[in-house]
Antibody, heavy 114, light 106 residues
Framework: EVQLVESGGGLVQPGGSLRLSCAVSGVAVGGNYMSWVRQAPGKGLEWVSNIYTGGSAFYADSVKGRFTISRDNSKNTLYLQMNSLRVDDTALYYC????????WGQGTLVTDSS | IFLTQSPATLSLSPGQRATLSCRASQSVSSYLAWFQQRPGQAPRLLIYDISKRAPGIPARFSGSGSGTDFTLTISSLEPEDFAVYYCHQHDNWPLTFGPGTKVDIK
């Protein structure tokens, strides 16, 4: 069974940084296409970034140049480094597996402290 | 590719049929999926590749469509089906989700 557990969210000031983690079990993170999707409070889903098995990464325009997706195969963990955070980055951040997002974590909340 | 969903809210009773629409701003090949999200829960994949049910998804859920027009049908609503439903395309960058359709109890 695939399990995804996000962590690393918290309060952050505008302009600050945060690194989110997604611990993966049941499959190899390096052998899977992985995504980050976020959901602002009371709003819909927004795709943020994904990484292919070969390492190619893609980003939404709203985060390009500020966020970086990566993975550590030895720890079986996916990451999202978020820099230059803005008020509108406040959201619940989910990691998901596969191009069809067939497995999701429960999310980690990023909130601006202003 | 922009996705629009209609209606925004669908008020129905248990046992009724629900028909949810998703329209794309340009043609989507086959990479169109549907997700269900219950309050306080993560999204759950229902349908992928337009019409394929994900493992464990009941047969009352079905997907159809092609090109720019897609439909999710719930043949007979169960109490646990009252939720928000999102369509999602991963055919073109940037990947996009529709704004959602809320199915609530009439």
């Amino acid at each position: 069974e695939v399990q995804l557990v996000e962590s690393g969210g918290g309060l952050v000031q505008p302009g600050g940084s945060l690194r989110l983690s997604c611990a993966v079990s049941g499959v190899a993170v390096g052998g899977n296409y992985m995504s980050w999707v976020r959901q602002a409070p009371g709003k819909g889903l927004e795709w943020v970034s994904n990484i292919y098995t070969g390492g190619s990464a893609f980003y939404a325009d709203s985060v390009k140049g500020r966020f970086t997706i990566s993975r550590d195969n030895s720890k079986n963990t996916l990451y999202l480094q978020m820099n230059s955070l803005r008020v509108d980055d406040t959201a619940l951040y989910y990691c998901a597996r596969g191009p069809n997002c067939d497995s999701w974590g429960q999310g980690t909340l990023v909130t601006d402290s202003s | 590719i922009f996705l629009t969903q209609s209606p925004a809210t669908l008020s129905l009773s248990p046992g009724q049929r629900a028909t949810l629409s998703c329209r794309a701003s340009q043609s989507v090949s086959s990479y169109l999926a549907w997700f269900q999200q219950r309050p306080g829960q993560a999204p759950r994949l229902l349908i992928y590749d337009i019409s394929k049910r994900a493992p464990g998804i009941p047969a009352r859920f079905s997907g159809s469509g092609s090109g720019t027009d897609f439909t999710l049908t719930i043949s007979s609503l169960e109490p646990e089906d009252f939720a928000v439903y999102y369509c999602h395309q991963h055919d073109n960058w940037p990947l996009t989700f529709g704004p959602g359709t809320k199915v609530d109890i009439k």
